[in-house]
């Protein structure tokens, strides 16, 4: 498994690196192909813990938040995002008075979760691209500071924790057997070492780097324990197998689509 891991990413990865800095098409196509997959799982995902999300409701809506992220500054962002939640909240109340539901509460919120998660904060990854400065400089490091963490954290809570001084503590018993405190802070340790090489690389000022690795290596725990709470409940370990070793598409957003988020914000802070 850890071979195969180790394959996916050193084939993958700097197949993604290159993509990013190429932008545009090159970028946007092969990205929202993942997103879609990703959102298509969730919708699976949900259906086995017992709601309803039609993928016919909601990909459109997350669509359209993507399309929009291609231009940051849009002024239709927030008019659109409030007509997607209508029409979500439409499909609701007919469920409702059509009884074709006993859940109708759930699917409501479900959908709008979906449409928050997969098309607004997902959609970071495009206004994030589109910066118009250091723009595919802020979106690689993003990238590689979330791998980095994730890998830091597989590899020490793999080889190093229950070894030696080190104990084992798990970090999320139910949600997560296998991660481990000190996995987590290796995460954050390695992280923010290579993150901020990486920086000074790209020319990209330390102290958002160094902020940039501490959020990432710890907020996006918190994305991919999200996701582990809905698969749980689902009773499936993986979101897909589009990833050998790696699961599905939204097993390998469920941070970076959080982490995206906190570099654009990052960057258009430092930036100005």
């Not at 970090?171 to 481990?180: F, H, M, V």
């Not at 000190?182 to 923010?192: H, K, P």
């Not at 990833?243 to 995206?260: E, K, Q």
Request: proline share 5%; charged share 10%; aromatic share 14%.
């Amino acid at each position: 498994m850890f071979l195969q891991r180790a394959l996916i990413t050193f084939t993958l990865g700097p197949l993604a690196l290159y993509l990013i800095y190429l932008g545009g098409w090159f970028y946007f196509i092969p990205l929202a192909i993942i997103l879609l997959l990703a959102t298509l799982e969730y919708s699976q995902i949900a259906q086995k813990i017992g709601w309803q999300v039609p993928p016919l409701l909601l990909v459109p809506v997350v669509l359209v938040q993507w399309v929009l992220a291609q231009w940051p500054q849009d002024s239709l962002t927030g008019p659109l995002l409030l007509i997607s939640l209508l029409i979500i909240t439409a499909y609701a109340l007919w469920q409702y008075e059509s009884k074709s539901s006993k859940t109708v509460p759930a699917n409501w919120f479900a959908v709008i979760s979906g449409l928050i998660l997969f098309g607004w904060v997902c959609g970071h990854f495009f206004k994030l691209r589109g910066l118009p400065e250091m723009a595919w400089q802020w979106t690689m490091l993003a990238m590689l500071s979330t791998w980095i963490a994730d890998s830091g954290a597989y590899l020490v809570g793999r080889f190093v924790a229950g070894r030696g001084f080190l104990g084992r503590h798990l970090l999320s018993p139910r949600l997560s057997p296998k991660k481990t405190v000190e996995g987590f802070m290796g995460g954050i340790v390695l992280s923010t070492l290579f993150t901020l090489l990486i920086a000074s690389w790209l020319r990209i000022e330390w102290l958002p780097a160094l902020l940039l690795a501490l959020l990432v290596s710890s907020i996006g725990t918190v994305g991919d324990l999200g996701i582990s709470l809905l698969k749980r409940e689902a009773g499936v370990k993986d979101s897909g197998t589009l990833f050998p070793g790696h699961g599905g598409a939204l097993d390998r957003i469920d941070s970076l689509m959080w982490t995206v988020a906190i570099a654009y914000y990052l960057a258009i802070l430092f930036i100005d």
